[in-house]
């Protein structure tokens, strides 16, 4: 079994931040994991990675997302079982390779920051209005 930290992380790292999304109404990756027969019955969509590599100035679909589902559960109990936990936290991993226009459909809204070696994180800016 190989244990590894949920973060983020390339090569040089020479950008970090943050991201936040919505899942979409009505074709999320929770349902999508189901239709493609990826997910089980019960098990609930608890992280996904994205990773793009390799573009050297131009993006070439596909783009690799791995889905990290757990075991039976839903948001309150895998919550409080997190929150009681020491230790790593046994997931399923499925990785897929899709087009980068098909993972953003998972979401309503999908944002993300990036600062040079994080320095803007959780700051805020000022810039003036023109």
């Known amino acids: 079994m190989h244990t590894e930290s949920f973060k983020a992380v390339v090569q040089y790292g020479d950008l970090k931040g943050t991201s936040a999304a919505d899942r979409a109404d009505k074709a999320d990756a929770e349902?999508?994991?189901?239709?493609?027969?990826?997910?089980q019955e019960g098990e609930f969509l608890l992280g996904i990675q994205l990773w793009v590599g390799e573009n050297h100035g131009a993006h070439k679909d596909p783009v690799s997302v791995t889905?990290?589902?757990?075991p039976l559960g839903n948001y309150d109990s895998l919550q409080k079982m997190i929150d009681s936990h020491e230790g790593p936290i046994v997931v399923r991993k499925v990785r897929q390779q899709m087009p980068i226009a098909q993972f953003l459909g998972f979401f309503k809204r999908f944002a993300v920051t990036l600062s040079a070696g994080s320095m803007l994180e959780g700051r805020e800016v000022m810039y003036p209005d023109y």
Do not use: M, P
């Open 31 to 39: 349902k999508w994991l189901k239709e493609q027969k990826l997910s």
């Open 67 to 70: 889905f990290l589902l757990a």
